[in-house]
């Protein structure tokens, strides 16, 4: 491919709005366009290089016995209703009306879809397992576009879906998916760990994300320092402390004037945090208030608490008119005396005597509370953050906390969908059994910038081989001037081309620094240089993008280079 017709433009200044080093290369290498919040264009280079990642993501499916199809995006929301979630989530699906007045949406993702092939194409368990995927674009209205390719609204994803008869085969089709996803994300260059996570809108009974570590991650990962535990902090767990035995105390209220946080009350009363009760109020979709209680030295886990109350459609922070008409006081407040709100309380709370909790008016506290004497919980469950330093479940040791991103996820999502949409199929016991399902996504744009993320330096992208959009980039220095420059190049670019193996030719009439500095941030794997100087040497001049020293090469042992006939220069 000859630059000088590549549809691309390459930017000398970071773009105003870049966060991380993946959003800035992108974009100022000619890779992507932002057309709107969330909204990219693909150019050419960017395109090439997803399809690179695709390929790669294909084999790998296909290796484990996936057929790939193609599934629609717009579905009847009449789907969506049998299955539950058209209730369940929230604006990020996107519904609208068609000419007719029906009810649609945009796919977030093709469980409804398959779940219904299902009930339509099976009928004996003779025809499972079955395992199908396509890549198609998805359209989720995220709140808070962030990061280019990382969080975006429209972006094309890659979900298969296992079908199984029973537990043992999804079992099977899972672990199958996992280390799918290991050799994926190993031939794409990005270092994971797989984390146990929340099944979310998924449901099912487990899923796992696989994360690469990152400092701009948006998800906060609790890993054990001897690698005996890895977890989303959503549904990590850690070993709580066990609080030392006391004798309850008898309740008192005392003044605390000005402590409506929990540092101001125990820097008030002289005691660690630990011997506070903290509430914090949330309100669900529904309507319902939720009063949720923690020891003062942890944080309420939000995940954790939807949860624990089942609260479809999510939660969010309680208004101070709600919490005043339950009876409690915002700053300090607790269930004592309180009505009309759930109350959820962590299990570490259940077990600390004597607290310090909220009296329910302002400038007042209660000590010495204790669960189930001065109130009681609707529920009581684990809802509070794992923290750094925490002892692991398994091993004790301590866990630190990592940021990380996202690159896929698996599911093992039950019966759900089936028994929702009535599938049904014939055992070989010849009983009728719903199906069991599986599913398994990985996000390309995504993926993309991650790889980026992990392979750049402070001149450019430094693409691996294997998801690079061209094999290697060809400078011409003086060709319109030294008609054996052009006469090189040409044979260079051609030869390649009759092997397969595409090359990117500048070819523009540019200066040498541009060029140079085009050819360092577009980050091709082999940067080759023709010019009178390397002729005049002896040939090609040659030097691997990812570090190295540059060599002068004969010119047919570049091109057996470019083909593949030649080993790569030590």
């Known amino acids: 491919m000859r630059l000088s017709r590549l549809f691309f433009t390459s930017l000398r200044d970071d773009p105003s709005d870049a966060e991380m080093p993946s959003h800035r290369l992108l974009v100022r290498a000619g890779y992507v366009r932002q057309l709107g919040s969330g909204i990219y264009s693909l150019l050419p280079l960017g395109f090439r290089a997803t399809r690179r990642v695709e390929q790669v993501i294909r084999e790998e499916i296909d290796g484990i016995g996936g057929q790939e199809m193609e599934m629609p995006v717009v579905h009847p929301a009449e789907l969506w209703r049998e299955s539950g979630r058209y209730q369940k989530i929230?604006?990020?699906?996107?519904?609208?009306?068609?000419?007719?007045?029906?009810?649609?949406?945009?796919?977030?993702?093709?469980?409804?879809?398959?779940?219904?092939?299902?009930?339509?194409?099976?009928?004996?368990?003779?025809?499972?397992?079955?395992?199908?995927?396509?890549?198609?674009?998805?359209?989720?209205?995220?709140?808070?576009?962030?990061?280019?390719?990382?969080?975006?609204?429209?972006?094309?994803?890659?979900d298969s879906y296992s079908i199984d008869v029973d537990e043992a085969g999804l079992d099977r089709s899972y672990r199958l998916h996992y280390e799918a996803y290991e050799r994926i994300f190993r031939r794409l260059g990005l270092e994971t760990v797989a984390v146990g996570a929340d099944v979310g809108i998924m449901g099912g009974s487990l899923a796992h994300e696989f994360m690469v570590l990152n400092e701009y991650g948006e998800d906060t990962l609790v890993l054990c320092e001897t690698g005996d535990y890895a977890a989303n902090q959503q549904i990590a767990q850690v070993r709580k402390p066990e609080p030392p035995a006391e004798a309850v105390l008898p309740i008192e209220e005392v003044a605390t004037p000005g402590t409506d946080t929990i540092a101001a009350l125990a820097g008030f009363l002289g005691v660690g945090t630990d011997r506070t009760a903290k509430a914090a109020f949330f309100t669900t979709a529904n309507g319902r208030l939720v009063t949720a209680i923690v020891r003062g030295d942890f944080e309420v886990n939000e995940t954790k608490l939807v949860n624990a109350v089942k609260a479809v459609g999510g939660i969010r922070p309680a208004h101070r008119e709600e919490i005043k008409a339950a009876g409690m006081e915002p700053g300090y407040g607790s269930p004592v005396g309180a009505r009309d709100t759930v109350v959820v309380v962590d299990d570490l709370v259940?077990?600390?005597?004597?607290?310090?909790?909220?009296?329910?008016?302002?400038?007042f506290h209660l000590r010495n509370v204790n669960v189930g004497r001065d109130f009681q919980p609707d529920v009581l469950a684990d809802i509070t953050n794992a923290r750094a330093g925490d002892p692991c479940p398994r091993c004790g040791a301590a866990v630190e906390l990592r940021n990380g991103i996202e690159v896929g996820n698996i599911?093992?999502?039950?019966?759900?969908?089936?028994?929702?949409?009535?599938?049904?199929?014939?055992?070989?016991?010849?009983?009728?059994?719903?199906?069991?399902?599986?599913?398994?996504?990985?996000?390309?744009?995504?993926?993309?910038?991650?790889?980026?993320?992990?392979?750049?330096?402070?001149?450019?992208?430094?693409?691996?081989?294997?998801?690079?959009?061209?094999?290697?980039?060809?400078?011409?220095?003086?060709?319109?001037?030294?008609?054996?420059?052009?006469?090189?190049?040409?044979r260079l670019h051609d030869a390649a081309a009759e092997a397969g193996r595409e090359i990117l030719w500048d070819d523009r009439p540019e200066s040498p620094g541009v060029k140079f500095t085009d050819a360092e941030l577009l980050g091709m794997p082999w940067i080759l240089t023709v010019s009178p100087r390397s002729l005049k040497a002896g040939g090609v001049e040659v030097r691997e993008r990812a570090g190295g020293e540059s060599r002068i090469v004969p010119v047919e042992e570049a091109e057996g280079l470019l083909t593949g006939r030649q080993a790569v220069p030590a």
């Open 411 to 490: 599911f093992k999502l039950g019966r759900d969908f089936t028994t929702a949409l009535g599938a049904t199929l014939l055992a070989e016991d010849g009983s009728r059994v719903h199906p069991i399902m599986g599913s398994y996504g990985i996000g390309l744009g995504r993926n993309l910038a991650c790889i980026v993320e992990a392979h750049h330096d402070e001149k450019g992208i430094v693409w691996p081989a294997e998801v690079a959009p061209y094999a290697a980039h060809l400078v011409e220095l003086g060709g319109d001037r030294d008609p054996s420059v052009r006469e090189t190049a040409e």
């Open 90 to 158: 929230g604006p990020e699906l996107v519904r609208f009306h068609d000419r007719g007045g029906r009810d649609m949406v945009l796919a977030m993702t093709h469980e409804e879809v398959v779940a219904d092939l299902t009930r339509d194409l099976i009928r004996s368990y003779r025809q499972l397992p079955v395992i199908v995927y396509h890549f198609q674009t998805k359209f989720r209205d995220e709140p808070r576009a962030r990061g280019g390719l990382i969080r975006v609204r429209e972006f094309v994803m890659k």
């Open 350 to 363: 259940a077990r600390s005597p004597n607290l310090v909790a909220g009296a329910n008016r302002a400038g």
